[in-house]
């Protein structure tokens, strides 16, 4: 004959049934958390990781949820809220600290977030991307020292990523290390940096060098990984300028300002392609847009006011050359080119004055000037 169950032995049962409901029903509302974090219903997913906490206030999971949330709805300082929280319930939290350190980041809270980097090094010494964070952090300080140190340690944990390198090379660039930069590229373009920034920065640094078959080999894959990089498309035209490739360097050009209509500086290279080509009227319409794009580049209007110089237009000359000489009176470049004016105009009293102001400038061309006019002046 069966024994009647006690009361404490049904007092028992009663308590696990409700535990194991309680549990299940946690299980399910924070499944549901994270299905609306998956489809972007943030501010449903909150509510269900809440009502996770309510159910068990010390489920260090549904604050990091919560704080995931936060920050792609890009309200930061409650992300950072929420993941205090799951560090303060597991202080060795660690991906908790890499998410506060990210949100202190985006806060510009820069001290705040290095802090919570290092505390996260010092939960799991091991990790690269912390190292990685951490570098980000002290180079919004302008602290590149710092930096290479935290991107070098990320390196030497994950030596064939090639973001790494190519971060790591960006902060040798900052301390005036081109060397190091430069090789920290190759690296970050061999082990196959796939979004084109390295390989563009690469291609600076050839290009610094005359390394000119190499910087638009750069170049030309930079485009190829990210097909609207505007600066990518003006760079391989300098380069096609230096070679004498005209028809290639104007073709780059107007695609870098297909891409940015407002790129004062393709304009340039674009009418510099003209007028190195010797088509000198061709040359003024990119000059006059890149003047219009940056009415104080000095270099824009001198440029302009040669094209018109060369082409005959000397009256527009000697316009553009005074309008330089407004804007900076010690460039010599435009008071040279001002005497020039005047000289095609027969102004050789203002010519000779130029010639003057010139000698306190730069007497290379203040003598330059001078034979000029002489020249000029005698000729019948």
């Known amino acids: 004959m069966k024994k ?27 499944n549901r958390g994270l299905e609306q974090f998956n489809s972007k219903q943030y501010e449903a997913a909150i509510a269900s990781f809440r009502q996770a906490l309510a159910l068990n206030p010390n489920e260090t999971a549904a604050y990091y949820n919560i704080g995931l949330c936060y920050n792609r709805m890009e309200r930061f300082n409650e992300a950072i809220t929420a993941f205090k929280e799951a560090v303060r319930l597991n202080p060795q939290y660690e991906k908790a600290y890499i998410q506060l350190g990210n949100n202190l980041d985006d806060a510009k809270r820069y001290n705040e977030a290095i802090a919570a980097y290092m505390r996260a090094v010092e939960i799991n010494p091991n990790n690269a991307s912390t190292f990685r964070e951490l570098g980000i952090a002290h180079e919004r300080q302008k602290n590149y020292t710092a930096a290479a140190e935290a991107y070098e340690k990320a390196v030497a944990l994950d030596a064939n990523n090639a973001e790494y390198r190519y971060l790591l090379g960006g902060i040798y660039l900052d301390l005036k290390r081109d060397e190091d930069a430069m090789r920290s590229y190759e690296k970050s373009v061999a082990l196959g940096y796939s979004k084109g920034f390295a390989q563009y920065e690469l291609g600076l640094l050839y290009s610094k060098r005359d390394r000119t078959d190499e910087a638009i080999k750069m170049f030309l894959e930079a485009i190829r990984l990210k097909s609207d990089y505007s600066s990518a498309y003006k760079e391989l035209g300098d380069e096609y300028n230096k070679k004498e490739m005209f028809p290639e360097a104007i073709r780059s050009f107007n695609d870098a300002i297909r891409i940015d209509s407002g790129y004062a500086d393709a304009y340039l290279g674009l009418g510099n392609a003209y007028y190195n080509d010797d088509k000198y009227s061709e040359s003024i319409q990119p000059y006059k847009k890149a003047v219009e794009l940056s009415p104080k580049w000095i270099t824009a209007r001198n440029y302009l006011a040669d094209a018109y110089l060369y082409s005959g237009q000397y009256g527009l000359a000697e316009e553009m050359f005074r309008s330089a000489i407004a804007i900076d009176a010690k460039n010599a470049e435009s008071v040279y080119g001002y005497g020039l004016a005047c000289i095609q105009l027969k102004k050789f009293e203002l010519a000779r004055q130029q010639k003057i102001k010139l000698e306190a400038l730069d007497m290379s061309l203040a003598s330059k000037l001078a034979e000029k006019i002489t020249a000029a002046e005698i000729k019948p």
Do not use: W
């Not at 007092?11 to 309680?22: C, E, K, R, T």
């Open 4 to 30: 009647p169950l006690t009361l404490p032995i049904l007092l028992l049962m009663v308590l696990m049934s409700a535990v194991i409901a309680q549990s299940q029903d946690l299980d399910a509302v924070f």
